[in-house]
């Protein structure tokens, strides 16, 4: 699913006091099976005009034929929303259902998601996630804040949408989970052709899974670039540097030039041989 952003624009309580805007005429496209990155505040907006909960204060959203705008009539928004799975953070999320098993379920079947065996179907998607089967019965609400998001991942591949937006998802994690879930999404992207945005601000965890990312500072797009966008020091006008491209710029004073590196075996491997 290619999705086209065409001058979008969303304002909350336009013209008043309290009047908030978060995308101020923005045109960009992301492509099918690509991994974005977007980095700014409160970009979670993103996700809720993909799906239908919020609409455009003006421009439009193109998702293959269907065209969101303002006064738009979409013919089938649940359709849809099946397709655009939506990790949200949010630290105070309350499930419905009393079990892990029936919380995902239940959203597989207000989607139409069919399967023969629903409970092997559910451990799989756990497994994905890096849980297991122990936490079928388990209720959601009493698991910790990490365990929570990784369920929240749990439902959305449960029932396999084409876009999966990710707010913040990496917060909280350890190094360990990080690189877990940088490795999943990149095997979600590359054998299973999906569309991954991720919203954050640390833009560590995107270095080296992303093809593009869009930096929205005060509303407005200020950056758009492809890989080497972690090597442009504009970048860092709005975020911190990462630690790998610090160590690469030093490297690269003292006569070095390791950029190829992406990843710390590489690395290594890299600094061993001019070492030698």
Known sequence: MEIIF?????????????????????????EQGTIVGFVGDKLDVIGKLLLVLK???SGEIRLNKTIIKRNSHIENVN?????IGFVYNNYNKLFIEPSVLKEISTTM????????NVVKHVVQSLR???LDETYLDRDPNELSSIEKKKIELAIVMSYNPEVIILDN??????????????????????KYNKTIIIITNDVEFLFDIVDNVHVIHKSKLVL???KDIFYNINLYKYTSIPRIVEFTKYAELKGYDIKKCTDIKELIKELYRNVR
Do not use: C, H, Q, W
């Open 169 to 190: 998802f990496d917060m909280g994690l350890s190094f360990r989970e990080k690189e877990y879930f940088r490795k999943l999404f990149l095997k979600l992207k590359n």
């Open 6 to 30: 065409n001058r979008l624009s969303f304002v909350e309580n336009k013209k008043s006091a309290r009047e908030i805007r978060y995308l101020d005429d923005v045109s960009l496209v992301i």
């Open 55 to 57: 609409r455009p204060s």
């Open 79 to 83: 359709a849809l929303r099946k397709n």
């Open 109 to 116: 079947n207000n989607y139409g998601y069919k399967t023969t």
């Open 224 to 226: 758009s670039e492809g």
């Open 128 to 130: 994905i996630v890096g």
